[in-house]
């Protein structure tokens, strides 16, 4: 019976077959522990002389690290060891012995080794975990809007105008058409399926032609989009706080085994509860001058100053309207301060910096040209975004989330580009 190995509990005192790769070995003439790891879980395969045929003791001393093996024997618990299974094996078959010494050994790599090697790392054991928490993260974010009565909108890839500003396009030649540049988020089409189903988000690869070289910037990574009808500033920050939760939750219950993998101290993680730190733009200035920051009053937070003011707390942090000069052209201007922007990002707490960016949306015609025209953006590109404003307009906001800074956060890693398969880099396009 072929059998994965998450399953190995089930077939404690059993026969089984697992199939996979050998990620480690230890031992020598007498005895040998094979670490078998088959994507699913890891498994402790036992070769010891007398007990195991001899055509397995002559396989496990030849075996080298990453060749792939079908292994069977009886199962049972590892004796010290919890929740690790062990195998004492009784038949294994090479599938293939590696034709060269496996590049990623135990030794310290450095990064740029490692990444020249992604298509290898992929199978290192925290490069496992953390795509796992990814998929946890995936998960549970489908599973808070089908509960939530959000639908799922796939926006387009290829669009014909930016949606975050002009500077950070990637710009591909389009037939006659001219450029058609490689889409920042799918926000302003999410805009366009509210008006037909309410509540709606997307989910998928977006690109950003950005010469920034920090831990949190990829080029291609991808986005959460969510947008609500009838739902304004504070609700939207209602709907971010529990879909947080949610997938912090899931996280902890499916990923125990992954987190601890990645040394992840836990403890911050089960403080992610609602209600979140919320702060306003003008009140985290202050705080961070006092820490010494000599960020101006009506600044954007640069990433120093996300780090700096994230350290402080194990919450994660909204931080309330920002100047609206520093933020999109699509945004709400508070009406109590015609300066600032009905906006939020919430700041992932232990250093981590933005996670999420959202806002109430400008519904009024007229402003909104206003608005796109101080923007210098063209009124002809956006001529259909306008219409919104034109046919049944109503109050409106959403958020975009970054898939690969929350994971980051909640996998404990310092650099983004471990959590994402393949990232893109502005010096980085192989594997
Ligand atoms: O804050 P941003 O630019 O917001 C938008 O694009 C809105 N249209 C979203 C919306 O309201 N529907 O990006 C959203 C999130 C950020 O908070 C951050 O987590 C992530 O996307 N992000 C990046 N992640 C990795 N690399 C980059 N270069 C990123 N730029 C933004
Ligand atoms: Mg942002």
């Not at 009886?74 to 299974?85: A, L, Q, R």
């Not at 009784?90 to 020249?116: A, N, R, T, W, Y």
């Not at 590109?381 to 034109?390: P, Q, T």
Request: hydrophobic letters at 35%; one cysteine or more.
């Amino acid at each position: 019976m072929i059998i994965r190995i998450e399953d190995a509990e089930k077939y404690d005192g059993k026969e089984a077959t697992v199939q996979g790769w050998m990620y480690n070995k230890r031992g020598s003439g007498k005895i040998y522990f094979l670490q078998l790891r088959d994507g699913s879980g890891m498994l402790q395969g036992v070769a010891a002389d007398g007990e195991a045929p001899d055509e397995v003791m002559k396989i496990a001393e030849e075996l080298t690290m990453e060749s792939s093996v079908r292994a069977t024997g009886p199962i049972s618990k590892h004796p010290k060891w919890e929740g690790v299974y062990e195998m004492q094996i009784k038949k294994i078959e090479v599938i293939q012995m590696c034709k060269d010494e496996f590049p990623i050994s135990k030794k310290e790599h450095g990064p740029d080794f490692l990444l020249d090697n992604r298509h290898l790392w992929l199978r290192s054991k925290k490069q496992w975990a953390i795509q796992r928490i990814r998929n946890t993260v995936i998960n549970a974010t489908y599973e808070y809007f089908a509960n939530e009565g959000f639908i799922k909108i796939d926006s387009p890839i290829l669009t014909p105008s930016a949606c975050e500003g002009t500077t950070e396009l990637f710009e591909v030649p389009y037939f006659d058409e001219g450029n058609a540049y490689l889409t920042q988020s799918g926000q302003l089409y999410l805009e366009a399926a509210i008006m037909s189903h309410g509540r709606v988000f997307d989910f998928g690869p977006v690109f950003r032609a950005e010469k920034s070289k920090t831990r949190r910037h990829l080029t291609e990574f991808w986005m959460m989009d969510a947008e609500a009808a009838f739902v304004e500033h504070d609700e939207n920050l209602k709907i971010q706080e529990e879909l947080i939760c949610h997938i912090v939750n899931k996280c902890l219950e499916i990923n125990k085994l992954e987190l601890k993998a990645l040394e992840r101290d836990i403890e911050p993680l089960k403080k992610v509860k609602a209600p979140f730190i919320r702060k306003t733009h003008a009140e985290v200035i202050e705080e961070l001058r006092d820490m010494g920051s000599d960020i101006g009053e009506m600044d954007d937070l640069g990433a120093d100053d996300e780090t700096m003011l994230t350290e402080k707390y194990d919450k994660p942090i909204f931080v309330e309207k920002y100047p609206s000069a520093v933020k999109a052209f699509y945004m709400k201007r508070d009406p109590e301060d015609e300066t600032r922007a009905l906006c939020a990002d919430l700041l992932a707490p232990e250093g981590y910096g933005e996670i999420i960016g959202g806002s109430q949306r400008e519904d009024d015609y007229d402003v909104l040209m206003e608005r796109i025209k101080e923007h210098n953006l063209d009124p002809k590109v956006f001529e259909w975004y306008l219409d919104l404003r034109k046919y049944g307009s109503v109050p409106h906001s959403g958020f975009g989330y970054g898939l690969e800074r929350i994971v980051g956060w909640i996998s404990g890693v310092h650099h983004i580009r471990e959590t994402i398969p393949f990232p893109r880099m502005i010096n980085r396009l192989t594997p």
